[in-house]
């Protein structure tokens, strides 16, 4: 019985003190995969800026020429040290659904012709292809500002635009694109 | 002789009464028509130590259109000097390089340029945000800043992508101004009767409470090719001048609720002064005519006189 006592005490200790064995936690996968997505976003800010602190920085600049210069030095730099990235490597599966269930509750009950003005000037004939810019000629079609509170939110810098029926995640600095959620909205 | 008499006396009367129809006098916050004549750029008080600017929207086109509207903005500084132009974005359209930079703005506002009048920029769905950088657009590297004239301060958004943490600027910014005058401007109209957009109803609903909220009395957008006032919104005054180089022509829904005046026979500008209480607009059309005129006061004091 002392024995037995003993032990019983001896656990209670163990598991008031943390030392027993960590009990496996429910963790929802939806908000872990967005924690990462969050976490690979400033990753990716982080490189840009240790870039861009190599070159001549995206700063005020009276010249359009040396404007242009320092964009493109800086997508070059960029799509360099990001050559090997792939679809999914930012909005992963679980990422890309959630940005599909943020816009799926948006266009709910919006009736053809709000659709239409969402889509109007939405590039079609692109195709997202990460490391790609969007060519400066192509309108970026604007994302309805209710639209952008429903999805997973982004740092400054970064933006989702409409291209075809994809969301492409765009540099903002550098209009590359980064990765993208495949045919996220709906037929228009 | 009688009858050349008599015949310019008939003409000078049916002139005056076709103009009266066509121009609108804003005054105390009621609507009332008044004559309008050719004498263009004559309506401001154009007083001392006002605040003096213009509006170009939609601009960016490098056509003949942008360069006539450039001209006559030029011209109208002789007459009315103001400090400084806002625009309400699509600064450019299509190639945006160093040579697109050159024709579609430094070109045709060159004079203005050279007179040191300042551009504010904000951005409109064909701008590459990068235009921030571009330092006399005077964007400071910001997609949405606020800076102060006077009385009034003014509040540059991106309507093209008004994320959560521009709408929380705002907030904070209207907020924090002391400014008489809180006068936002972007390129989306939260109210326009255009066929081809319309209202933009979701950008409404985020930044109108806002403007309520924060006793902002005046707003200028573009987007819709053309010039309108609409009707009051909620106490507030909204113009559309999207027309200052491209043009959609009879794009104005006809009988809409919402125009006090519309204008969409040719391109447009305008030109504002502020000046203590009241503040004073003209949109002036590529044919020098002034196509729209009026004043009204400050919210804050028509509603403790109550002409409101």
């Known amino acids: 019985m002392k024995a037995l006592c003993t032990v019983l005490a001896t656990a209670l200790l163990m598991s008031s003190s943390g030392l027993a064995a960590p009990a496996p936690q429910n963790v929802n996968p939806q908000a872990a995969a967005l924690v990462d997505f969050q976490n690979r976003l400033q990753k990716y800010l982080q490189l840009r800026a240790q870039l861009a602190d190599k070159l001549k920085p995206l700063s005020s600049t009276a010249s359009a020429a040396d404007l242009a210069a320092r964009q493109q030095s800086l997508a070059a730099a960029l799509r360099d040290v990001r050559k090997d990235a792939r679809h999914g490597d930012l909005v992963s599966p679980v990422v890309a659904e959630q940005i599909r269930k943020g816009v799926d509750a948006y266009f ?5 012709s709000t659709r239409r003005a969402v889509f109007l000037e939405v590039p079609e004939n692109l195709q997202p292809v990460i490391n790609r810019t969007v060519p400066d000629s192509v309108a970026l079609a604007t994302v309805p ?10 740092p400054e810098g970064l933006q989702y635009r409409f291209v075809g029926r994809h969301i492409v995640l765009v540099d903002a600095d550098t209009r590359l694109i980064m990765d993208y959620a495949q045919n996220a909205l709906p037929p228009h | 002789m009688k009858r050349i008499i008599l015949a310019l006396a008939v003409s000078c009367v049916v002139c005056a009464t076709a103009s009266s129809q066509s121009s609108v006098r804003v005054s105390q916050g009621t609507t009332t028509q008044s004559a309008q004549t050719d004498a263009p750029l004559s309506r401001l008080p154009n007083a001392k130590d006002s605040v003096k600017f213009a509006v170009i929207g939609d601009t960016g086109t490098g056509g003949s259109a942008q360069y006539q509207i450039a001209k006559l903005l030029a011209e109208a500084r002789t007459r009315f000097p103001y400090d400084f132009i806002i625009m309400m974005g699509d600064n450019m359209y299509g190639g945006q390089g160093p040579a697109d930079f050159v024709k579609k703005f430094e070109k045709p506002y060159k004079p203005i340029l050279e007179a040191g009048v300042k551009f504010y920029a904000s951005l409109g769905n064909h701008d590459d945000p990068a235009q921030r950088y571009y330092k006399p657009f005077n964007m400071d590297g910001k997609r949405y800043y606020s800076f102060r004239k006077g009385d009034a301060e003014f509040f540059a958004l991106d309507s093209t992508y008004m994320a959560p943490a521009q709408v929380d600027w705002l907030k904070d910014a209207l907020s924090k101004s002391d400014a008489k005058w809180k006068i936002p401007f972007f390129h989306h109209p939260l109210y326009s009767s255009g066929q081809k957009h319309g209202s933009e109803v979701d950008l409404r609903q985020l930044v109108e409470p806002l403007f309520v909220e924060h006793g902002v009395d005046v707003v200028f957008s573009g987007h819709e ?5 609409m009707k ?4 507030i005054y909204y113009f559309t001048e999207g027309g200052s180089a491209k043009l959609r022509e009879g ?3 006809v009988g809409s609720a919402l125009t006090e005046k519309g204008f ?3 391109n447009t500008f305008m030109l504002v002064e502020i000046n203590k209480d009241d503040i004073f607009f003209e949109a002036i059309s590529r044919a020098a005519r002034v196509v729209d005129t009026g004043s009204f006061p400050r919210r804050e004091v028509t509603s403790s006189t109550s002409t409101r």
Do not use: C
Not at chain 1, 145 to 154: A, C, E, G, H, M
Not at chain 2, 232 to 235: A, C, D, N, S, V
């Open chain 1, 108 to 112: 709910r009950g919006k009736d053809a």
């Open chain 1, 145 to 154: 500002p209710l639209l952008l509170n429903s999805l997973p939110r982004l």
């Open chain 2, 225 to 229: 090719h053309f010039y309108e006032r």
């Open chain 2, 232 to 235: 009051p919104q909620k106490g």
């Open chain 2, 251 to 253: 794009n104005i829904r």
């Open chain 2, 264 to 266: 969409d026979r040719d």
